[in-house]
């Protein structure tokens, strides 16, 4: 068996789709994609191309370990999700040749289905109270929500002022039995990060996401040594050393690495193996495409640590695209009183509409992130 053939395809709403093709007709297909860096990484594909041509796919770890190491330069997020997408379609292939789902290849399954949670819009406390409810009523146990938009270097009185009050309507909606996890994108300052997790203390939050940059390891670990509530990190982190050091410092109780960016199934099941040496939970971050969550439930169902994941049905980013959009059966993601079930298909376990995604390739796609500014003008975290 070998390596035929490699395209990718611009997906809306902010997708890439990779598919790989064999001589004996075999396809897998992955999800490489930066959000908002789509282009950039789509080249990075191609370059790898040399690279896998004429390859046995079903040899994962030999080109896993040939793409990442015979470039000389590594890790980051362009090259390390041009490898995760890689990865993927290989497994699909590898899955599909052996008539069986990966995580049956990684050792088998150990549950049955997988807790996930929802999005929330909160930018009032009434719409964040209404959308919980919502939520609640289609059976999800959990929910996440935006922390703060732009938030300066010191305390800003207003914005935890805004937060405190839409966390307070959500407990007031569906009560302290339902999970209420806050993502902070890294937005907050050390100092504000601080009087914020103080203030949060009270409501009995799932956890704490990106309270600050990763890159400020210091103040993560500052953070957790004065606050109770769980503090998660890693969609930001590529490879095993990245999640190493961290998992070294103590600093963190869940780790999120994305299954599009953190190296692909081959990577993100030695990085959860890792965290559960160190009694760290893993909750791997996805608001991508189909792919990518088939991806990530693959190794939710082999990781005896997997505790949460994230998914994009009904997230503001997919702007009336779903992720069933592309599936050929979207009744292979079985959502039931807030989990999803094993998708029990060989390779990734859905089988991708290539009709519709040829037709939605043609419209491709430029998304970026905005960029905010403060209201001196001084640009700030998205």
């Known amino acids: 068996m070998k390596i035929i053939k490699i395209d990718t395809y611009h997906v809306l709403p902010r997708w890439l789709f990779l598919r790989i093709e064999t001589d004996d007709g075999f396809v897998g297909w992955g999800e490489p994609v930066v959000e908002g860096r789509a282009d950039t990484t789509e080249s990075a594909v191609h370059e790898l191309i040399p690279l896998l041509k004429g390859s046995d796919p079903r040899q994962v770890e030999d080109i896993w370990q040939t793409i990442y190491r015979g470039g000389f330069y590594r890790g980051g997020p362009v090259l390390t999700s041009a490898l995760s997408g890689i990865d993927q379609a290989l497994w699909d292939i590898r899955g599909k040749y052996f008539g069986a789902p990966v995580y049956d290849l ?36 959990n929910i996440k929500m935006t922390g703060v938009e732009r938030i300066g270097w010191i305390n800003d009185s207003a914005q ?31 100092s504000t990060a601080k009087t914020l997790l103080h203030e949060l203390e009270p409501f009995k939050l799932l956890f704490v996401e990106e309270p600050v940059l990763i890159e400020n390891e210091e103040a993560f670990a500052e953070l957790h040594s004065c606050s109770n509530i769980p503090l998660a990190t890693g969609e930001r982190c590529y490879t095993r050393w990245d999640f190493k050091r961290m998992l070294q410092g103590g600093y963190v109780d869940i780790i999120q690495p994305d299954l599009s960016h953190a190296g692909g199934i081959s990577e993100v099941r030695r990085i959860a193996a890792m965290a559960e ?21 693959q190794v939710d169902f082999t990781s005896i640590n997997a505790c949460l994941q994230e998914q994009s049905l009904n997230m503001a980013y997919n702007e009336g695209t779903e992720i069933t959009n592309y599936v050929k059966d979207p009744s292979v993601f079985r959502y039931e009183n807030g989990f999803i079930h094993a998708l029990t298909g060989p390779g990734l376990g859905l089988e991708i509409n290539e009709k519709a995604v040829l037709k939605a390739s043609g419209q491709k796609h430029h998304w970026k992130n905005p960029v905010y500014h403060m209201p001196d003008g001084s640009v700030t975290e998205w």
Request: charged content about 25%; proline content about 5%.
């Open 106 to 141: 990684l050792g088998g399954r150990v549950r049955d289905k997988m807790e996930v949670y929802s999005w929330i819009d909160s930018g009032t406390p009434e719409e964040a109270a209404a959308c919980a409810r919502d939520r609640v009523s289609h059976g999800f146990r």
């Open 277 to 297: 040496a160190c009694d760290i939970a893993l909750a791997p971050h996805c608001p991508l495409g189909p792919i990518a969550l088939a991806s990530c439930l």
């Open 160 to 190: 935890i002022s805004a937060l405190l009050e839409k966390v307070q309507a959500i407990r007031d909606a569906v009560g302290y039995e339902i999970g209420i996890a806050i993502d902070f994108h890294g937005r907050a300052h050390k």
